[in-house]
């Protein structure tokens, strides 16, 4: 369609930059640690699967392309519908002015057109990768977290929880391989994550808070404050370390391990007063993240 005089040229060829632009801050923070719960929790066998032992390496290897796939395309309608919105723009100004709407190489009409074309592709996608039950579900969290607003509300780490879960069994599903499927221990587990997501995820709103005050959101560390949210996500990490680690019944170097991480995070979120050493505790609090998806595997070796 021919741009108007307001729109930016948008072709073909653009795409592929702009959907990495699109989910870059993703991507590390959400994408591979998602395909690395599913990699992790197919490996770790009987842990989490109905497998009786753990599957053979090479074709789980070849299975992580999918994974990843799944969970980019899938959070690319996300950050397709959050971006759009005037709200969201003005906020992205503020933290993260180099994505594709504040930077004006696509505008909000565009960014919606081009949602109605990926979003029935994604669909497409799911459905031959075998997960349509989870990813159908995550389109209607993102229209209440989004379009309803419900991420501008205190309730948006709850939404966002449930999602985690649904990427985390449709990733773990993709890794399977219609082999197996998630075990009963396996949701617990995938219940148990979703836990940690609620009672930490408010971590990435610390970085946020510019943005998040300039469009009004309610997030915790704005509507219970910095020092107390800085404390509650202190005492959860340290709380799910010791958790997580139990559950497993692993040995005493295991509780060193995670909790080493763990407290990485501790001290950058209580000793930090500053946007990039907010970023950076985000960053170290998804890899205390992968160490708790490394748990399951920890099982059969400790």
């Known amino acids: 369609m021919k741009p108007t005089k307001e729109e930016p040229s948008l072709r073909l060829h653009h795409l592929p930059i702009l959907i990495w632009h699109f989910t870059e801050s993703n991507f590390p923070t959400f994408v591979i640690p998602n395909s690395l719960f599913g990699f992790l929790g197919a490996l770790s066998g009987s842990a989490l699967t109905t497998a009786p032992s753990p599957p053979s390496f090479v074709p789980l290897l070849c299975r992580l392309p ?57 669909l497409a996608l799911n459905y031959t990768l075998g997960v349509w039950h989870e990813a159908t579900p995550i389109l209607l969290l993102t229209w209440l977290y989004n379009d309803l607003k419900g991420g501008d509300e205190i309730i948006r780490d709850a939404i966002i929880a449930v999602a985690y879960g649904l990427y985390n069994t449709g990733s773990l599903r993709i890794a399977c391989g219609g082999e197996s499927q998630p075990s009963e221990q396996g949701y617990v587990w995938i219940g148990m994550v979703s836990g940690v997501i609620l009672t930490t995820m408010q971590i990435q709103d610390l970085k946020d808070q510019a943005g998040d005050r300039a469009r009004a959101r309610q997030t915790i560390p704005l ?65 205390w993240l992968v160490g708790l998806y490394l748990l399951p595997c920890l099982r059969g070796v400790a």
């Open 223 to 287: 509507v219970l404050g910095e020092q107390w949210s800085r404390g509650l996500i202190g005492g959860f990490v340290v709380g799910w370390s010791g958790v997580c680690v139990w559950f497993w019944a692993l040995p005493g170097w295991c509780y060193l391990l995670v909790g080493g991480v763990g407290g990485m995070v501790v001290v950058l979120v209580l000793r930090s007063r500053s946007v990039e050493r907010d970023a950076l505790a985000w960053r170290v609090w998804c890899a």
């Open 66 to 122: 999918l994974i990843i796939l799944f969970n980019w395309a899938t959070v690319f309608i996300f950050d397709l519908a959050n971006q759009r919105l005037p709200e969201s723009i003005l906020e992205d100004q503020l933290n993260k002015p180099w994505r594709p709407l504040p930077t004006h190489r696509i505008s909000a009409t565009q960014t919606r057109r081009l949602m109605l074309a990926a979003i029935p592709a994604v």
